[in-house]
């Protein structure tokens, strides 16, 4: 080796000249990449078999089982195609699909109710953590399940976004169609709708659906009920087998409910009496009817009338204000209780009391649903509201709360509030309790939703 120029030409082969910049210096990015997780048995887990989790962790304890995984717009670039008010969330029925797939890892056969709690916005850059959480079963055989995400920084806390029970069928369906209607295709009786720049439409309202999500082919209306016919689009419908039901395709099953004309943003905000009978479908057949209180009943269909799935009832919520994805994504949803003060001045004695017991979790909230229930079908006063006294169920502040039994009553509650959202009250007091004028003070307020603390 010497300080002199070296000969290239000794090293390149003589048949073919190359020219000698651009073979020394090569443009290579050697910044690290960030990769999906490795093995899941090299760190004690299961593999989960679905693309939106990872792997399957068993645990001791409340929660049984967890399943793990990682979502972002590099990893899952179609979810880019959901957008609402120019946000990125992930759909709703995304949560319906984790839930099945749970179901059907454990034996479960059905998805007896899931709340969406809390939009989950997915970031621009980077991506987040995906827990789903699976509690052992009960008497009944019935499990809780909840769905949780976080930031890549392991400093910010856990969100809760969904919220359920997965429970074992115990109904005999023998008619594995979905009756005349969907054998029958178009419906007797059922008036072609016509789909004209129906997806930009949409866009104005808010509801931005890329090519992913453009899935409704045709539509028709009979009375309340809508019939719509769906497929999913090129690529996905290459991934329609790696889901139990893709997404895209159940969303795109809902959006014919914008045919209805309901105004502003409404998306699904609880499923109940979810089943699935086949998996793995690229098209559908589908009727949407209205039942009581403006909820839906979903039946899917394939295109020869079998049933692939069906909702018992789905309840939509209207979208208020803006998302706005934030530096710190914990920090765009807090829940803020504020001091109350009295805003009518009547007399409570119509309002009837019902104190929770301290009963396991789901005896509680049977209890509860069967007062509620009869509440609703009692004759009693018009302006007569019942509430629900329980002690330590939610934190006002950095306390921790003692009761997470009654914290599920809560969450039962604020779902049945959606819908009756003047005939019950939600009032949570600290152990032992409270005085009669404490109450009396909390009531007149005209609050849904109350915690008395310090008097």
């Not at 960030?34 to 989790?53: N, R, V, Y």
């Not at 394939?302 to 914990?330: F, I, M, Q, Y």
Request: hydrophobic share 45%.
């Amino acid at each position: 080796m010497h300080g002199g120029t070296v000969d290239w030409a000794r090293y390149l082969p003589a048949a073919e000249p190359v020219d000698l910049p651009t073979y020394a210096f090569q443009h290579r990015r050697y910044w690290l990449e960030s990769t999906e997780p490795g093995d899941p048995a090299a760190l004690g887990a299961l593999p989960s078999g679905h693309p939106l989790l990872g792997a399957l962790v068993a645990l001791p304890g409340a929660i049984d089982t967890v399943l793990i995984g990682r979502l972002s717009l590099r990893s899952h670039p179609w979810l880019a195609d959901h957008q609402v008010a120019g946000t990125v969330l992930l759909p709703g029925t995304a949560f319906v699909e984790l839930a099945r797939h749970a179901a059907d890892l454990l034996g479960d056969t059905r998805l007896a109710e899931l709340t969406l709690e809390i939009p989950l916005v997915l970031p621009a850059e980077g991506g987040l953590a995906l827990r789903v959480g699976i509690g052992e079963p009960d008497d009944t055989g019935c499990r809780s399940i909840e769905v949780y995400s976080r930031p890549e920084d392991p400093a910010l806390p856990w969100t809760r976004h969904a919220a359920g029970v997965l429970a074992e069928d115990t109904e005999e369906n023998e008619d594995d169609t979905g009756g005349p209607d969907m054998m029958q295709w178009p419906p007797p009786g059922a008036a072609a709708v016509a789909l004209d720049e129906f997806y930009p439409r949409l866009a104005e309202s808010g509801l931005g659906y890329g090519p992913a999500f453009q899935g409704l082919r045709a539509a028709w209306r009979r009375g309340d009920e809508i019939f719509a016919e769906i497929a999913l689009p090129d690529p996905q419908r290459g991934q329609a087998e790696e889901f139990g039901l893709h997404p895209a395709l159940l969303d795109a099953a809902l959006h014919a409910l914008a045919l209805r004309g309901d105004d502003g943003l409404r998306l699904p905000f609880s499923f109940r009496g979810v089943r699935w009978y086949t998996v793995g479908a690229a098209m559908l057949r589908v009727r949407l009817t209205t039942i009581e209180d403006g909820a839906v009943r979903v039946d899917l269909a394939d295109d020869s009338g079998a049933l692939v799935g069906t909702v018992e009832r789905l309840v939509l919520r209207e979208l208020t204000g803006e998302l706005r994805p934030p530096a710190r994504l914990d920090s765009l949803y807090r829940l803020e209780w504020t001091p109350a003060r009295t805003r009518r001045h009547r007399d409570t004695g119509a309002d009837v009391l019902f104190r929770v017991e301290d009963t396991p979790v789901v005896e509680r909230t049977a209890a509860v649903l069967e007062r509620v229930h009869g509440w609703l079908t009692e004759e009693a006063e018009p302006e007569a509201r019942l509430v629900l006294i329980t002690r330590g169920a939610v934190a006002t502040t950095a306390e921790e709360v003692p009761d997470p039994a009654g914290a599920a009553v809560w969450g039962l509650m604020r779902s049945v509030q959606a819908e009756r959202p003047d005939r019950f009250v939600l009032l949570d007091t600290p152990d032992p309790g409270v005085t009669n004028e404490e109450l009396a003070a909390a009531l007149v307020t005209g609050e849904g939703q109350l915690a008395v603390r310090a008097g």
